[in-house]
């Protein structure tokens, strides 16, 4: 589990998850700023917008990977030795349910704007 | 070790190796590397971690005449070696180690030495003190230099290549003695490992001694603290001798009063030597090159400005080293190790301001004899040179002798590797041969080594602190040394030193220490030192008083002139009631003609 | 001046504890090194223990903290400690002795990297007649990296290597793997790349800086460090 993506291609994955990050998350908030959002149906029309629905999705990926560095990282530094396996496999699995979840999630919303007709 | 154990040898860890080479210092690590790559069983023993041996601390650089950036060849580097020893080298070693240089300076670049480049991209090469191009007419470029940290370069490329080849190591590991067998033939040698305080027994068919030099004994000195010349003195315990021990290199530019060693590599990039009336003076003592001349001649160039009454400072005790006219670029590109240095230690720059040097103990030109396979020599009774079974002496505490009565620069790092490598292919050759040596098992002579541990594990005192310790008798010692047997010798100071040694000796008999730890006592070894430092010290006084001459660094002020007649000789020592007997120099080289005993002019 | 030293003997089974010990100040001039200052100590008491050798920076015997910095006792000015001066040994490795620390796994390291140039397949002869050409501009690269003493100050300085002593290169060793990479003779740079890429030998470096704060010859590891990494990436697009 500790040499899952590791040494220089986890180092470039984490810059590259970063800076994707860093371009994401302000146009999304500018984004979500932006829309006049009143009753359910219409939030999850902005959400499912193919353009961002994309983005987002894409993000979970990256933000998984990016956390999965970091956090392995700190594992690694800060973890007595004999319990690190533990540990990351505690982050492995809780990433992986966080990754399930909003999966499901960006399904749901394309499924809810279909069925409000607005896709 | 509790001394039951210390009674007990076979309750000590005992190893078996083909070979043991004693220091990790650039001669002990070359010799390593050629019998580690012909996969002979071999150890080394060094008393420090191999790359804090004192190589580290060479700074100029090593001759060879590989002609990058001047016309040279090793025929031109062999008569300069002749005339920088005063005559008193052996030609047919120099021939050998002058012919070897340009070959084995390639194979350590080989090896990954960072040696400073020309633009061609071969290797930089720097002029130096007593180099010359057609025996004299003009000033040679031979030194090969990596910047001004040549011998931290080439100890640390060794120290890698012997990782490579897998060499085993004891390091931190104070060698004892060497042990005999019943028939008095070397079979081995025992340690201390230091950390833990463990006798151990390393048998071996055969020991190769590389363990430096032994400056310690004088006051201000260039060398380090671990150069007590352990080798040396285990060679006169013994029972046999030293040679030419009277001759002790005193660089001209230490940092005056400390010691610090500024490279002759400052002059030869183009820096001069100034008195108290800001006049370069060499010109007076080598009209010719001047502040390159060889290094005695510099130092006792020194020495008299300062006792005429030309010193510079308040104490009128020194002389200036300017390289302020140099540009301040190709200080910092080409001599950044010793620029640090005087900022370090004296707060000066030496782009903007001169710093202050004096002649500082530096080298010894004696030590224990070898012939050019690096086999050690003893005198038969009737007076010829035999080796010694199984024993080598190679680098500083090896008298080849291709140093005679005075080292040029960047001979000792050619030394080191040439006759590094040459004593391990003789060894490799022997090797391959039958054993009709020593057997694995055979008793060994090991009393004495006991008798000497034992005496210093029961030295220490539980009474309130003694008025005299190791520290004290060896800073009086050094004091002797500095004051009776510096730059300038006389029949009366050294006849005084002989008495104050034996007073010094008496006071170590009787010392007591107060560390009775086994676990890095430092305070042991430093007396074990102590005791081999003092029987250097022995060696050289008596090897002095008897040489009536002046030659290269031996100075006596009451015989200034060199006599060929009676004194073109090597001195040898032996411990056994200070006998002085003498052994011819060599003046037949291999191939060429040898050169005669001229007067020498720089 | 007053000193507070590290004291601990393994024969005892005392704990380690702080000595006080006191030098009269007409002893310590404006060019007192430690290290004098500390020979000076052992003349009081000849059981005080550390290594020391060259006296003068070049053989990293005598690294040691000194109020709380990683320092080589013989080119360290006392006139420029504030007292008490606090003499530990360097964090992070095992003592053996007072100041004296166990430097084996800081070698061990240094070995794993393979520290030496391969310039030849291993079958390859080499040819003494002639030196393997570099450039002035080819051999000023290695500036820096060549000149590393192995005192072992930056990495009993570095947090990383406190905390994965025993898998994390550390400073040192990884600027002598930089040293070898660069060297324009040296033809295993993809290998030697390919081996120093792992999770735990080079990337626990955290940039904290440390080594290169630490580094008595002013050596600057953490970008050397960083040389690295953006060599790996250069081997990636090649």
Redesign the interface.
């Known amino acids: 589990m500790?040499?899952l993506l590791?040494?220089?291609?986890?180092?470039?994955w984490q810059r590259v998850s970063a800076v994707w990050l860093l371009v994401y998350v302000p146009l999304a908030v500018a984004y979500l700023a932006f829309q006049p959002v009143s009753s359910h149906a219409a939030l999850m029309g902005v959400l499912s917008q193919p353009l961002f629905w994309v983005a987002s999705v894409l993000t979970i990926g990256l933000l998984a990977v990016h956390a999965w560095v970091g956090v392995?990282?700190a594992i690694?530094?800060?973890a007595p030795r004999p319990r690190v396996g533990l540990w990351l496999m505690a982050l492995a699995t809780m990433l992986a349910f966080w990754v399930g979840f909003a999966l499901y999630a960006a399904w749901r919303i394309l499924v809810e704007a279909n069925e409000g007709g607005l896709l | 070790m509790s001394l039951a154990e210390l009674d007990n040898p076979a309750q000590w860890d005992i190893y078996h190796f083909d070979a043991v080479i004693v220091g990790a210092g650039g001669a002990g690590l070359r010799s390593a590397l050629q019998l580690a790559q012909s996969d002979q069983n071999v150890a080394v023993v060094s008393k420090v971690f191999p790359t804090r041996s004192h190589t580290v601390a060479a700074q100029g650089g090593i001759n060879a005449a590989l002609g990058n950036l001047s016309e040279d060849n090793w025929h031109w580097h062999m008569y300069d070696t002749i005339k920088g020893s005063d005559y008193l080298g052996d030609q047919d070693a120099i021939e050998f180690m002058c012919r070897e240089a340009a070959e084995i300076v390639r194979e350590l670049e080989h090896f990954g030495v960072p040696f400073s480049r020309t633009d061609a991209g071969t290797i930089y090469q720097r002029p130096f003190g007593g180099q010359s191009q057609r025996f004299g007419k003009s000033q040679a470029t031979r030194t090969c230099a990596a910047a001004d940290r040549t011998g931290h370069a080439i100890l640390h490329t060794l120290y890698q290549q012997n990782l490579k080849a897998g060499t085993t190591f004891f390091n931190e590991a104070f060698a004892v003695d060497l042990v005999k067998d019943a028939q008095g033939e070397v079979a081995g040698l025992v340690i201390l490992d230091i950390a833990r305080g463990k006798v151990q027994l390393l048998r071996a068919r055969s020991v190769v001694l590389a363990t430096g030099g032994a400056c310690q004994l004088f006051e201000t000195n260039t060398n380090a603290k671990i150069n007590t010349g352990d080798g040396l003195a285990m060679v006169l315990r013994a029972g046999l001798p030293l040679q030419d021990m009277e001759f002790w290199q005193f660089h001209p530019t230490g940092v005056a009063g400390k010691g610090m060693l500024l490279s002759e590599a400052a002059r030869g990039e183009g820096g001069v030597l100034r008195n108290a009336e800001g006049r370069a003076f060499m010109v007076d003592y080598a009209p010719n090159v001047k502040d390159l001349a060889s290094r005695d001649v510099v130092a006792r160039a020194i020495a008299v400005e300062v006792k005429e009454g030309r010193g510079c400072g308040p104490n009128k005790d020194h002389v200036l080293l300017d390289l302020t006219h140099l540009d301040a670029e190709v200080i910092k590109q080409r001599l950044p190790g010793i620029r640090d240095i005087a900022l370090t230690f004296l707060g000066l720059d030496m782009c903007d301001s001169p710093v202050p040097v004096y002649p500082t103990a530096h080298y010894m030109m004696g030590g224990i004899p070898t012939d050019f396979h690096g086999r050690v020599l003893t005198q038969s009774v009737q007076g010829e040179a035999t080796p010694v079974a199984g024993l080598y002496a190679i680098g500083e505490c090896a008298c080849v002798s291709v140093h005679g009565a005075n080292r040029l620069g960047g001979n000792s790092l050619l030394d080191i590797v040439v006759f590094g490598r040459a004593a391990a292919r003789h060894l490799q050759a022997a090797l391959a041969g039958p054993n009709t040596r020593t057997q694995a098992d055979s008793p060994l002579d090991l009393a004495p080594i006991q008798q000497r541990l034992a005496h210093w594990q029961q030295a220490v005192s539980d009474e309130a602190r003694s008025e005299d310790s190791v520290a004290a008798i060896r800073r009086d010692l050094q004091a002797a040394m500095q004051q009776d047997c510096g730059v300038f010798r006389t029949e009366e100071t050294l006849t005084q030193l002989c008495a104050s040694l034996a007073a010094l000796q008496a006071r170590l008999k009787k010392v007591s220490l107060q560390d009775a730890s086994a676990a890095f006592n430092l305070e042991r070894l430093e007396a074990m030192e102590l005791e081999n430092l003092m029987t250097l010290a022995t060696a050289t006084a008596y090897s002095a008083l008897a040489r009536k001459e002046s030659r290269g660094a031996h100075s006596r002020m009451d015989y200034p002139d060199r006599d060929d007649q009676a004194w073109l000789k090597h001195s040898l020592y032996f411990l056994q009631d200070h006998r002085l007997t003498y052994k011819p120099v060599n003046l037949t080289p291999l191939t060429v003609d040898g050169f005669e005993p001229k007067a020498r002019v720089y | 001046m007053q000193f507070s030293i590290y004291r601990y003997q393994p024969e005892s089974h005392d704990e380690p504890y702080m000595q006080s010990f006191e030098l009269a100040d007409d002893r310590i001039n404006d060019d007192t090194m430690l290290l004098g200052a500390l020979e000076m100590l052992r003349e009081q008491d000849p059981t005080l223990t550390f290594r020391s050798s060259c006296k003068e920076g070049v053989c990293g015997s005598d690294g040691m903290n000194v109020n709380g910095q990683n320092v080589l006792s013989c080119i360290t000015q006392v006139k420029s400690l504030p007292a008490p001066v606090v003499i530990r040994p360097m964090p992070g490795l095992p003592v053996i002795r007072d100041l004296v620390i166990d430097m084996d796994l800081f070698y061990r390291h240094y070995e794993s990297v393979d520290p030496y140039l391969q310039p030849t397949q291993p079958n390859q002869t080499i040819d003494l007649d002639h030196e393997l050409l570099q450039s002035p501009q080819e051999r000023e690269r290695l500036d820096g990296s060549y000149e590393c003493i192995l005192c072992g100050c930056c990495a009993t300085s570095c947090p990383s290597f406190w905390w994965n002593p025993d898998q994390f290169h550390g400073p040192a060793a990884l600027l002598a793997a930089r040293r070898f990479v660069i060297d324009s003779r040296d033809i295993t740079t993809r290998d030697r790349l390919e081996k120093l890429d792992d999770v735990y030998k080079t990337f626990r470096c955290r940039n904290i800086q440390n080594c290169t704060a630490s580094c008595p010859k002013g050596l600057n590891p953490s970008q050397a460090i960083n040389e690295l990494k953006s060599l790996m990436l250069k081997k990636q697009v090649d």
């Open positions: 500790t040499r590791t040494g220089f291609r986890a180092h470039l392995r990282d690694l530094d800060y």
